[in-house]
């Protein structure tokens, strides 16, 4: 019912910046919590940042703390990461995800989401 697409990956120098968008469908958009989470090769898929459903409320993992903010625009039906001071150890696919009634420690983990992206890959070179 829901769908989402990310884009804005790509290959970034390290120390440079990637704006991350996750474009929605669906009209209760609005109403979902959403996640940022990635994937690196061999690793599991890691919680980045979870944002509530009117932008009041955000959480982020260690990994991300301090480097990226999540945002939303509800009246594009869109969903932002912005990265910077990136490093190579970044590199991963990223996902975004919608949960239709996760809360709490709920959306700092995978089982929250019910709703995923395709994912748009980041290539941080050193």
């Known amino acids: 019912q829901v769908q989402l697409v990310e884009s804005g990956g790509g290959l970034v120098q390290a120390g440079g910046s990637l704006r991350l968008s996750c474009a929605a469908s669906g009209r209760t958009f609005s109403t979902y919590p959403m996640g940022w989470f990635r994937q690196a090769p061999g690793k599991e898929r890691e919680f980045l940042a979870t944002?509530?459903?009117?932008?009041?409320?955000?959480y982020y993992a260690d990994s991300a703390k301090g480097r990226s903010t999540i945002s939303r625009d509800n009246a594009k039906n869109t969903v932002y990461l912005q990265m910077n001071s990136l490093k190579p150890e970044d590199t991963a696919v990223y996902y975004c995800?919608?949960?239709?009634?996760?809360?709490?420690?709920?959306?700092?983990?995978?089982?929250?989401?019910?709703?995923w992206g395709q994912g748009t890959q980041v290539t941080v070179s050193s």
């Open positions: 995800a919608a949960s239709r009634t996760g809360m709490g420690l709920a959306l700092r983990r995978e089982g929250g989401y019910d709703y």
């Open positions: 944002i509530s459903w009117n932008g009041g409320s955000t």
